[in-house]
């Protein structure tokens, strides 16, 4: 399977890290279930979606699946993750940050955990860190 994956460069990053401080507020609401299960996210986790699908960060094609169930400690999203992203470089925080989008198709709500349980503060927090 041929990868398409667009190389960002540090412009690209500066963008993402404008949601850094958005992210990382523990108070913040991302978002919710509706009654029916449905979820309705904040107008700051859609434009943080549309800005990963407009700038090319999510990864394509790629077995998210396959390579979430290899990575033990990323599964459960309430376990912290920072320790395990200290290993991680670009390329593993953009499959990550694929794996928790993608998923959301398959489990109504999980970008809004992933969002609410700090897990996209952390991989904003680690992108920050690799560019010094």
Request: net charge negative; aromatic share 12%; charged share 30%.
């Amino acid at each position: 399977m041929e990868n398409n994956t667009k190389s960002l460069g540090q412009a690209d990053l500066l963008r993402l890290l404008e949601y850094r401080v958005y992210f990382n507020n523990p108070n913040h609401e991302f978002g919710r279930l509706d009654e029916r299960g449905y979820a309705v996210e904040a107008t700051g986790v859609q434009s943080f979606r549309e800005l990963l699908y407009e700038m090319e960060f999510l990864i394509s094609p790629f077995d998210w699946r396959t390579w979430l169930n290899g990575q033990e400690k990323l599964r459960d999203l309430d376990q912290p993750i920072e320790k395990v992203l200290q290993t991680f470089d670009i390329e593993d925080l953009r499959k990550l940050m694929t794996a928790y989008i993608r998923g959301d198709r398959y489990v109504e709500g999980a970008f809004l955990k992933a969002c609410s349980t700090g897990k996209i503060g952390a991989i904003l927090n680690r992108i920050a860190e690799l560019l010094g």
